[in-house]
Nanobody, 127 residues
Framework: QVQLEESGGGLVQPGGSLRLSCAAS????????IGWFRQAPGKEREGVSCISKTDGSTFYADSVRGRFTISRDSAKNTVYLQMNSLKPEDTAVYYC????????????????????WGQGTQVTVSS
C-alpha cells in the first residue's frame, strides 16, 4: 500500500525556520515527482514547491522562492521542505503528494494528477 506521511510542522515565530519531511512507504519516491502543497483556512490549495522525478528540477511558487528549498534523500526515501524566514502568511496545513508526471511547473501550478497524498502537517507562524 502506497503511503506518504508528513512531519515537522509546528508553531514558529516570524523569521524562524522549520523543516518538513515527507516519508514514503510501499514505493520508492525516486520514481515519482513530489510536490508540497498548502491550504490555509478559507483559501484554495496552493502549490508551494515540486521536484521532478527525471532530472531533479524544481519549481517554487513566487511567494516562497528564495526562502524555501525542496530536496530528496533517496536513502531515506524522504523528501524535505526547508522553510526559512517564515512569515505569518505561510500558516497553513502542508501536504506532500507523489505523482508520475515529470513536469514540475504544471504539477505545482495546476495540481498533480493521479497523485497519492499525505495527511498533512500544520505549520503556524505567529508571535
Amino acid at each position: 500500500q502506497v503511503q506518504l506521511e508528513e512531519s515537522g510542522g509546528g508553531l514558529v515565530q516570524p523569521g524562524g525556520s522549520l523543516r518538513l519531511s515527507c516519508a514514503a512507504s510501499g514505493f520508492g519516491l525516486d520514481y515519482y515527482s513530489i510536490g508540497w502543497f498548502r491550504q490555509a483556512p478559507g483559501k484554495e490549495r496552493e502549490g508551494v514547491s515540486c521536484i521532478s522525478k527525471t532530472d531533479g528540477s524544481t519549481f517554487y511558487a513566487d511567494s516562497v522562492r528564495g526562502r524555501f528549498t525542496i530536496s530528496r534523500d533517496s536513502a531515506k526515501n524522504t523528501v524535505y521542505l526547508q522553510m526559512n524566514s517564515l512569515k505569518p502568511e505561510d500558516t497553513a496545513v502542508y501536504y506532500c503528494a507523489a505523482a508520475a508526471m515529470a513536469s514540475v511547473q504544471p504539477m505545482c501550478v495546476l495540481g498533480p494528477t493521479f497523485a497519492s497524498w499525505g495527511q498533512g502537517t500544520q505549520v503556524t507562524v505567529s508571535s
